[in-house]
């Protein structure tokens, strides 16, 4: 049985990405010197979901990660991409230094019971022509 939960986020300005290669339709490379930070206050495992569908005869592949954070999110995110691991070791790629780029929003809740979820909720959508590559 595979384990597909997400244990790990790490990010890195997409401008920063140098040496990304495809190799296969569901593969690439990147660059060993390249320094991603690790998210490290972050409730795991975090969601990932990625569709593929065909609209008009055009392929879009759609990535969704949802995570929560009691970090302060920064107040301007730049483009950053994502790379997410699996509990398995498996690693795919959100964005890269080419358009189009990742969309992240955060939602920040104030609740009016102690109780409830006061997390940061950061939500990051990728959309491309392309399938979202495992990196190797």
Not at 55 to 60: A, G, P, S, V
Not at 65 to 76: A, G, H, R
Not at 93 to 108: A, C, E, I, M, Q
Not at 119 to 124: A, D, H, P
Request: proline content about 5%.
């Amino acid at each position: 049985m595979q384990l597909n939960n997400i244990i790990k986020i790490s990010v890195l300005p997409c401008e920063q990405i140098a040496g990304f290669l495809r190799i296969s339709q569901t593969e690439a490379r990147l660059n060993d010197d390249l320094q991603f930070e690790e998210l490290s206050e972050i409730h795991r495992p975090a969601a990932l979901t990625i569709e593929e569908k065909v609209e008009d005869r055009q392929r879009i592949c759609t990535a969704k990660l949802v995570f929560t954070t009691c970090d302060k999110w920064p107040e301007s995110v730049l483009r950053m991409a994502y790379l997410c691991e699996t509990a398995d070791g498996d690693r795919y790629l959100l964005g890269n230094h080419d358009r189009p780029f990742p969309v992240t929003t955060r939602k920040s809740t104030h609740p009016n019971n102690f109780a409830d979820n006061q997390l940061t909720e950061v939500t990051v959508t990728y959309s491309s022509d392309k399938v979202i590559p495992i990196i190797i």
